[in-house]
């Protein structure tokens, strides 16, 4: 008798949407009735959460980027290293980069966003900080500066969001003395998303740092060494620059944009608090690719707890899916915030209640590094710690 051959899940992208789900279908495919297929462009997983503390050496590359075949080692899932370029979504199709391909029966989308550079010469100039790529050029940079003759440099930092605040105290922990640390936004706040005591808590960090804060000011120009600022008095300022790190903007894969199926007016998918796209019911899609209101009326907001939340009702979705059954409504949970400010300095903020300094920094670190994809690597990077001292 002919076996029946399993149907294919293909999830493109291993991000926190997209790990967390194949790993999620793993564990609830115990007859091992699926052929689950991750897809990623990269070899490693990246927990963006700790990215920071690659800065500073608080962290390993190994911790916060482990191989997917290392971390897949132990479950059924295979692994495909390629770059997506296009699928079909009638002839069930994913392209791949290298002209390969691959069909599918049910895919998942989770391809996150990239940076966007929306001001001349941003682009060739100044830093993302995004990626490991992005974490080992900064390395080499700061590097560089570290090791120069100069006695003080300029780092600008744009943007005030939660990514430029947390670069910002990490850089100048990081440099001390030598750096003059200035953080540009073009609001009236820093961390304009975030909770009254979180903002004051990082606005003492910064002003304890002596982090310059110009809020209300644009930047129009960034050069080599050279950067170009407006402020609300429409007055023009050039300072120079050693080192720009660009931290805001970011945009839809150009191919997602290309897709035929509804999006925002940024190319982000529109999917049902089911995951699925509105047009193709075996699509779904997680993370900071989509644009999604949950089944309370609330924006999901582009972050990793969203996604990891996401990614367990996702595989249980396409399970019953498949075996025509009620699908479950997402409803997303805002769990609190955590971030870094400098060495061993962090916020936690949980049901009102923020705390800063070195007991935050506890908390954050351990409750990230428990929340990393599997036990093994978590227990890895627990020994670590402990042994490391
Ligand atoms: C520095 C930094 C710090 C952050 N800190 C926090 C935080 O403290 N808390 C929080 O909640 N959120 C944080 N975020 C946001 C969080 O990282 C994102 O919301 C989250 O990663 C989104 O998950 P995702 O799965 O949608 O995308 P991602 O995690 O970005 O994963 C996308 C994956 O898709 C792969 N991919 C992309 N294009 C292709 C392609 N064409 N073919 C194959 N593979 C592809 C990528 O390689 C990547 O592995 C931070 C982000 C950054 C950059």
Redesign the pocket.
């Known amino acids: 008798m002919q076996s029946k051959s399993k149907q294919k899940i293909c999830i ?9 789900t194949a790993i999620e279908l793993n564990k609830l495919d115990k007859k091992r009735e699926f052929e689950i297929i991750l ?4 070899q ?3 927990f ?5 503390e690659a800065i500073t050496g608080e962290i390993s590359h190994w911790e916060i980027a482990p191989k997917f075949r290392e971390i897949l080692e132990k479950t059924t899932i295979n692994f495909i290293n ?4 296009n699928i079909n979504f009638q002839e069930q199709i994913i392209y ?2 290298d002209n390969q391909y691959i069909d599918y029966n049910y895919a998942v989308l ?5 940076s966007y550079f929306a001001i001349e010469g941003a682009e060739k100039f100044a830093h993302s ?3 490991l790529e992005d974490v080992l050029r900064l390395e080499h940079k700061i590097e560089m500066l570290a090791n120069s003759p100069e006695e003080k440099f300029n780092v600008t930092v744009v943007g005030a969001g ?2 430029g605040v ?2 910002a105290g990490k850089i100048t922990d990081k440099l001390k003395d030598k750096a003059n640390v200035i953080l540009v936004d073009r609001g009236q706040e820093i961390l304009k998303n975030f909770p009254k005591g979180v903002q004051k808590c990082a606005w003492k960090s910064l002003q304890k740092r002596n982090v310059q804060i110009y809020l209300e000011t644009n930047i129009d120009k960034i050069e080599n060494h050279e950067i170009y600022f407006t402020d609300n008095l429409e007055q023009h300022y050039e300072i120079h620059v050693n080192l720009t790190l660009w ?1 805001v903007g970011n945009a839809t ?1 150009e ?1 997602i944009y290309k897709l035929n199926c509804s999006q925002d007016e940024q190319g982000k998918l529109l999917i049902k608090p089911t995951f699925q796209l509105f047009d193709f019911d075996n699509i779904f899609a ?5 644009s999604f209101i949950d089944k309370k009326g609330q924006k999901v ?8 939340q996401g990614s367990h009702i996702l595989a249980k979705n396409i399970i019953a899916f498949s075996q025509q059954k009620k699908l479950k409504l997402f409803r997303y949970h805002h769990l609190g ?3 870094t400010i400098g060495i061993n300095n962090d916020i936690v903020s949980v049901a009102g209640i923020t705390i800063s300094g070195f007991f935050a920094s506890v908390i954050r670190k351990w409750a ?1 590094i428990f929340r990393m994809p599997t036990f093994n690597h978590c227990l890895e990077v627990v020994k670590h710690r402990i042994f490391k001292g």
């Open positions: 493109i992208g291993g991000g926190f949407g997209g790990l967390y897809i990623d462009q990269n490693h997983f990246l963006t959460p700790l990215l920071y390629q770059k997506v370029i791949f980069q989770a391809v996150g966003q990239k900080f995004k990626t939660a990514n947390e670069i931290t894969p191919w997680i993370g900071d690719v989509t907001p582009a972050k990793a707890q969203a996604a990891f915030d955590m971030m990230y």
